[in-house]
């Protein structure tokens, strides 16, 4: 269950735009009026939280991503309706925060024409039991190697990353070296 904590207290009727940076980016679940491009400064993206549910399990845990501090990150924005945001949000909240391994903040966005706006982030909790930053790239990549849960393999939720990255015209050199390191790996058992 989310608590008023687990939520930073953010209203969702304030929510206008929500940033994402990992499987955001390609599979929001969410209707919205638009989306574009954002560039999150501040924050940059990191292959530091163990999934135990959407891309591996408790015994054989995956790796996703995380924002930790400093830095930036590409991403996308999206706008939602007004009269839907508490909806939106609570789905959000419900897919963001199973495990509470995210803070919820609205942080600045520059989206790429122009425009700068304010936007629900999820920000890595380094307090929590699953956050693993600072990996060295051989155990990050066994991890996703061998990540398996409910939302299919880690392997390939970071092979999404890379791609979706692409089409934004975004390099991250240290995903595609993670993704490289993971294929070197082989087939998972």
């Known amino acids: 269950m989310i608590t008023s904590?687990?939520?930073?207290?953010?209203?969702?009727s304030q929510v206008s735009w929500v940033f994402g940076y990992g499987s955001l980016m390609w599979r929001p679940d969410f209707p919205f009026e638009e989306t574009c491009p954002a560039l999150l400064q501040g924050y940059h993206r990191s292959a530091c939280i163990l999934s135990t549910q959407y891309r591996g399990t408790p015994q054989s845990p995956g790796l996703v991503l995380g924002l930790e501090p400093g830095g930036t990150c590409h991403g996308r924005a999206f706008r939602l309706t007004p009269?839907?945001?508490?909806?939106?949000?609570?789905?959000?909240?419900?897919?963001?925060?199973?495990?509470?391994?995210?803070?919820?903040?609205?942080?600045?966005v520059a989206l790429n024409d122009g425009r700068s706006v304010e936007a629900l982030c999820y920000v890595a909790d380094p307090a929590h039991p699953q956050f693993r930053g600072g990996l060295a790239l051989g155990e990050a990549a066994r991890l996703v190697r061998h990540g398996r849960g409910t939302q299919g393999a880690a392997r390939d939720y970071l092979a999404s990353c890379v791609a979706h990255l692409e089409d934004l015209n975004v390099s991250d050199p240290a995903l595609h070296q993670l993704l490289r390191a993971v294929d070197a790996l082989g087939e998972s058992p």
Not at 5 to 12: F, G, H, L, S
């Open 5 to 12: 904590t687990d939520k930073d207290n953010i209203d969702p």
């Open 83 to 108: 009269a839907l945001r508490p909806a939106i949000v609570a789905k959000v909240r419900e897919r963001e925060l199973i495990t509470g391994v995210y803070h919820e903040r609205l942080l600045p």
